[in-house]
């Protein structure tokens, strides 16, 4: 029986890093270990390690954790951050960068990074000119393999559920059935989904850099059986 992919997971108390962690429960072929600021909770039957650490020692827990891959599925909120541009980049770029620039001094061999559809470094839009920015600048840390997920409204249980959000949750499907051709790639997404795309991402072996966006990440999620 072959060892199972250690993974060490930032952003676990996240909705796409509690998926992974309830995906991960009674399966053989993957290890979770998640790093986070504080304890969180974890479902029934969940054996896994939890590596409490400050931000700014990050680096030493990526370490510790002697992981196979990297999963980045960090990211703050305009409001949580104050609406305050200083505020969301410190989160959603620098964090994700030095946890990045861990994994390479580390030898992890893969990130998988959890982006936004429509990422791009010159748009006038912030949050997605941050989350190009973001992309670009792990692509050139020299990681064997770097995968960027770029779904679009992620389906699931939050914690906290913006308006906007909620409206879009539940006109989602009639949506999703309207985005077709090149309009594909804004279709919602389940965390679940995402969770199990990251699992099947896990076993890919080609170095490079690879982006999924709606159709990827649904063939992704079908590997992870």
Known sequence: MSKPIRIALVGASGLIGSSLIRLAVGRSDIRVIAIARREIPLPPGARMEVLVADPANWADAI?????????????????AAGKDEAVFRSVDQHLVLACGKAAKEAGIRQMIVVS????????????????????????????PRLDVLRPGLLRGPRVEVRPAERIGMILSPLLDLLM????????SVKA???????????RE??????VFEHDGILRAARKAD
């Open 63 to 79: 370490a510790a954790a002697n992981a196979d891959v990297l999963v980045c599925a960090l990211g703050t909120t305009w409001k």
């Open 116 to 143: 936004s559809v429509g990422a791009d470094a010159g748009t006038k839009n912030f949050y997605l000119r941050v989350k190009g920015e973001t992309e670009q600048a792990l692509g050139k840390l020299g990681i």
């Open 180 to 187: 077709q051709g090149k309009y594909r790639k804004y279709r």
């Open 192 to 202: 679940e989904t995402m969770a199990r795309a990251i699992v099947g991402l896990t």
């Open 205 to 210: 072996k080609a170095a490079g850099r690879f």
